[in-house]
Nanobody, 123 residues
Framework: QLQLVESGGGLVQPGGSLRLSCAASGFTLDSYAIGWFRQAPGKEREGVSCISGSGITFTYVDSVKGRFTISRDTAKNTVYLQMNSLKPEDTAVYYC????????????????WGLGTQVTVSS
């Protein structure tokens, strides 16, 4: 059974950093693309970044380019989202999801979702 579990969220001051983890089980990371999404209060969920089954990365939100980096450790079957220079507008619940394909896309085709981890950026 495909399962994803996020961790690493928390409260951080503006300008700080967090690294989110998405631990996968029931499949290997080279089989599916994995995306990170976020949903802020009162807003729609948006695709933040994705790593394909072959390890190619994409970032879909202009405001996080240069600050957020997606990566993976295939030995640990875990995908990471390194978030630097955090801003209050980055506050959201962050989710990871597996896509039904090895290729990335910003929103469609994601079939398995974690429960999310809360990221709060505040002084």
């Amino acid at each position: 059974q495909l399962q994803l579990v996020e961790s690493g969220g928390g409260l951080v001051q503006p300008g700080g950093s967090l690294r989110l983890s998405c631990a996968a089980s029931g499949f290997t990371l080279d089989s599916y693309a994995i995306g990170w999404f976020r949903q802020a209060p009162g807003k729609e969920r948006e695709g933040v970044s994705c790593i394909s089954g072959s390890g190619i990365t994409f970032t879909y939100v202009d405001s996080v380019k240069g600050r957020f980096t997606i990566s993976r450790d295939t030995a640990k079957n875990t995908v990471y989202l390194q978030m630097n220079s955090l801003k209050p507008e980055d506050t959201a619940v962050y989710y990871c999801a597996a896509r039904a394909f090895r290729l990335c896309a910003p929103a469609t085709g994601y079939m398995n979702w974690g429960l999310g981890t809360q990221v709060t950026v505040s002084s």
